[in-house]
């Protein structure tokens, strides 16, 4: 369904990706393994259309969508859940979450089938949906983040370092919800620096390196992979 | 405690308020003070369009002033130079503001940040010298008299100070309501996504430009309706209301009495307006008694009145919470309780 060729991203004259395709599939997980300053934010903000590519070609359902402005995209299926949670802290939870769904803003009934959708996913959400988001712990604040863009309905969810700040406990439901969200048919592309556990519940992955996408593959040859293991894993 | 500030906040404490300024001509006999509080009440209401492309929206536009003189002009122009009455004038001026807003407004937000507020500085220069110079149309330094006042009706004569004040207090009213009606749905949760973050609001789908240029409208038509009741009380206008000192005097209003706050705006211009009248004996010295105190409100109270005294409230109630739910982590950096009220506020 994402298709992206050639695609560069520049900070004025740095290359911060130099050619990058790629392809999901609908109803992937699919899982982007890079180190810090790899790129796989600059990747992210240049499908959802925040950083505009410098060249090549984005393509979602055959549709060209390259250039294209954030909220157009959003509109098209592409939700980015940003790296670092992002929340308005000080609105509640459930205005948090009631502004992901702004692109649905006219289909009130939807909007609370989805909410209360996401509320049944986080049960402790419901419980705090009043309280200011920025009162909420950092694995709450996560399920916030996640919630508010599925609220978009998405197509496509792409997930910046969900783990990021986490206990290893939480980030194993976090995971574990990624996987949910993913079987009930929500295409999924995840960064993540936490390999192992990324790579675990991955349809595939790719690796990207100074802004190149430098390797790929299904979960068992990435896992099986020594440089990826090396690399990534520690291991 | 916490009825206390539950009251201060609440709609009953807005309805006093309101009474309040409804007796205030019934229970002085000085005219003056009658006047200068319908003044005050004129330039609250353009402050509460400051409040909404400023506060809310996080934009700083230093041509508000600007708007504020086109909407006297408008007034001005049509019911002395073509015979209009002052209502469909008033009209006029509230379009013209919102046309005017509309053009600058797809201009200058293509700019972020200090380029857009010295844009717009730059804009409410050229919109003084427009009327400083272009004298066929506004007359030139000469000003305009004989401005037509708001047509009463039956025995009612708004030439008359009483009268015109509650009209303006009507006028104020509706601002105040209007403000807490966007503040309070999805289009006040927009503008605050996006002062809090461009790129956050873009990725949650929120087209940018039109909200931008939808706050900024907003805000000039308050600025305009301002003006143009200005006109129709003081019935001689001249470049002065242009002058960007009115933007920065309303700058000081709205920074005193809380930014991005319901009640902030009203505050301000009140506790300055009547800290103006109660130093006027020392004329041009008492900006010597404003200048500091202005910097110690900054530095104390960078929140303004009202936004300060949400903060302090969200802090109560952030150090109350964890009594009730054990495992909640509460987070206390500055912004986040400073947000975390504001989000709240209905003060």
Known sequence: ????????????????????????????????????????????????????????????????????????????????????????????????????????????????????????MFPILEEKKDQPAGSLSGGQQQMVAVGRALMGRPKLLMLDEPSLGLAPLVVKQVFETVQSINAEGTTVLLAEQNAYAALKIANRAYVIENGKLVMQGDREEMLGNEAVRKAYIGA | MNRAIDFLLGSTMRWLLLALAVVFPLVTDNEYHIYVMALAFIWAIAVYGMNIITGYCGQLNLAHGGFFAIGAYVVAILTVDHGWPFWPAFAAAGLFGAVFGFVVGIVSLRLKEHYFAIFTLCVGYIIYLMIDKWEALTHGSLGIINIAPPEGFGLVDFTQTIPFYYLVLAFLALAIWLTRRISESLLGRTFRAIRISDDLAQSLGINLMRNKVLAFVISTVYAAAAGGLYAGVVRFIGPEEANFIHTFDMIAYLLVGGIGTLMGPLLGTLVITWLTQAVQSLEEYRMIVFGPMLVLLVIFFPRGIVGSFLTWRGRRMARQAPRKTRESRVDTTDSNSADATEARNNA
């Open chain 1, 1 to 120: 369904m994402l298709k992206l060729e050639g695609v560069d991203a520049k900070y004025d004259s740095f290359k911060a990706l130099d050619g990058v395709s790629l392809e999901i599939d609908a109803g992937e997980l699919v899982v982007l393994l890079g180190a810090n300053g790899a790129g796989k934010t600059t990747l992210f903000n240049t499908i959802s259309g925040l950083m505009k590519p410098a060249a090549g070609r984005i393509t979602i359902d055959g549709k060209d969508v390259t250039g294209r402005k954030p909220s157009a995209l959003v509109q098209a299926g592409v939700v980015q859940c940003p790296e670092g949670r992002k929340l308005f802290p000080g609105m509640s939870v459930l205005k948090n979450l009631r502004l992901g769904g702004y692109v649905h803003r006219r289909d009130r009934a939807g909007m609370n089938r989805t909410l209360e959708h996401i509320l049944a």
